[in-house]
Every structure is written in C-alpha cells, then in structure tokens.
C-alpha cells in the first residue's frame, strides 16, 4: 500500500506549509460528492489522528484514513501548471472512470 508525490507536488506542499507556519504533512482523502462519485480531498494536518496511515514520499508526510486507502492506494499526487491554471493531479491505478469536468471519479 502506498500513496507518493512528484518532486512538483513535493516542492508545492513543502512550500505552503512552510508559508502556513505549522504543519506535519498533508491529509489525502475522498468524500462522496460530484457526478461520477468521489472526490479527492487536500488538507494541512496539524494533529495527527490515531487511525491516519503515514506514507513518506520525497520529504513529504501524507496522511490517508484507512476508509480513503482503498480508493487511493498507489495513487501519485503531482503539481501542474498550465498556462493560468495549476493544481494537483491525481495518477490513480484504482480510478475506472471520471466525470466530464475532471472533479469526480469512480472506482
């Protein structure tokens, strides 16, 4: 089981959290929403919590719920820019389809 960034998210996380001023990493999880299913949530941690699985990947701590694992494992977090637009986009072998806007998928 793993969940890993690019050396892009990577230097993105590390430089808002640093920004922020507190921090231990990132949380990686999916709420039921949108037109395909799930949607893919970020947020700072700054308290762990006792079910959150830890996987390091290049500097980075990202924290997962056990509930969120089955849908992200051996997901790859990157950071693009296109053009005036950038953000995470998510490499997810589990993924079977997405939604026409790119905010939803299935599994």
Known sequence: MSV???NE????IESYLRNRGAGLGI????K???CSGLTYVLEPVDELREED???SSRGVDVYVDPKSLI???GTEMDYVKRG???????????VQGECGCGESFTV
Do not use: W
């Not at 949380?27 to 999916?30: Q, T």
């Not at 005036?84 to 589990?94: I, R, T, V």
């Open 4 to 6: 890993s960034v690019t």
């Open 9 to 12: 998210a990577a230097t993105h």
């Open 27 to 30: 949380r990686l999880a999916v």
């Open 32 to 34: 039921t929403t949108g």
């Open 53 to 55: 699985l830890k996987f």
């Open 71 to 73: 849908y992200v494992d």
């Open 84 to 94: 005036l637009s950038e953000g995470f986009e998510f490499k997810n072998p589990n």
